[in-house]
């Protein structure tokens, strides 16, 4: 793949960082599009060039990539992923499995992908044969324990023997305590947004995440500051 021109936003690994707890990663989101002129749909879309970034380091010119959409907000980063990847020259396939929510920031994204030659799948799809999936099921929202046909697929995705890149956080993780609920996808690297999850950093979450990388999606620094949980040495 040669030299995909995505928008460069700070891409780290390792090195001191912020930590979130999911209240407060979600309220920076909440104050960044009501306090600044930067919208939900632009902070995806960061998001998204964040992910293709690390995908890029994890050969996923090799082709192809599978990446697994859930119906909210984290599913909506993986469609604009998706997107940038064919682009950029990728050969992508998605596992949508469930329709966006309606007049959402991903029903946005989804809406690009379907006017390109990507191919979509509902169930996973034995003879894929992907290169590298991408994780784009379930964000930092994820309280309760994963419904049966969620919870099959992330186990699908933790039985395929190629790489795994998680999207924020893998699938099925509490993003407080780093407990799967009650299991969780096992990556070999997570893109996460802004600053580390804080069930990242405890045994489980740590094992699960893989190689962390924080992406800057241009959250304004004095917001990030305010609302961490705590600054901590991310793992990578």
């Known amino acids: 793949m040669g030299g995909p021109n995505y928008t460069p936003h700070m891409l780290e690994q390792g090195g001191k960082g912020l930590v979130f707890d999911r209240v407060g990663i979600r309220e920076v989101d909440r104050l960044t599009i009501e306090t600044t002129d930067i919208n939900s749909l632009a902070l995806m879309e960061h998001a998204a060039e964040g992910v293709a970034r690390v995908?890029?380091?994890?050969?996923?010119d090799r082709g192809p990539a599978l990446i697994a959409c859930g119906p909210g907000n984290n599913g909506g980063d993986g469609w604009a992923a998706a997107r940038l990847l064919h682009e950029a020259g990728c050969q992508v396939q998605v596992l949508a499995t469930a329709p966006p929510r309606a007049n959402s920031d991903a029903a946005i994204n989804a809406a690009k992908v379907a006017a390109?030659?990507?191919?979509?799948?509902?169930?996973?799809?034995?003879?894929?044969?992907p290169c590298l999936i991408i994780d784009a099921l379930l964000g930092t929202g994820l309280t309760s324990t994963v419904r049966a046909s969620m919870l099959a697929c992330i186990d699908w995705i933790n039985e395929q023997s190629c790489g795994v890149l998680s999207v924020d956080l893998p699938s099925g993780m509490d993003a407080d305590t780093g407990k799967g609920l009650p299991r969780c996808v096992q990556a070999a690297a997570t893109a996460t947004f802004v600053g580390?999850?804080?069930?990242?950093?405890?045994?489980?979450?740590?094992?699960?995440?893989?190689?962390?990388?924080?992406?800057?999606?241009?959250?304004?620094?004095?917001?990030?500051?305010?609302?961490a949980h705590k600054e901590s040495e991310p793992h990578g």
């Open 116 to 129: 390109l030659p990507i191919e979509v799948f509902e169930t996973p799809e034995e003879g894929l044969g």
């Open 55 to 60: 995908a890029e380091t994890m050969g996923v």
């Open 196 to 227: 580390v999850k804080l069930g990242m950093l405890q045994e489980a979450g740590k094992q699960a995440s893989g190689d962390v990388h924080v992406i800057d999606i241009g959250v304004p620094k004095a917001i990030a500051r305010r609302l």
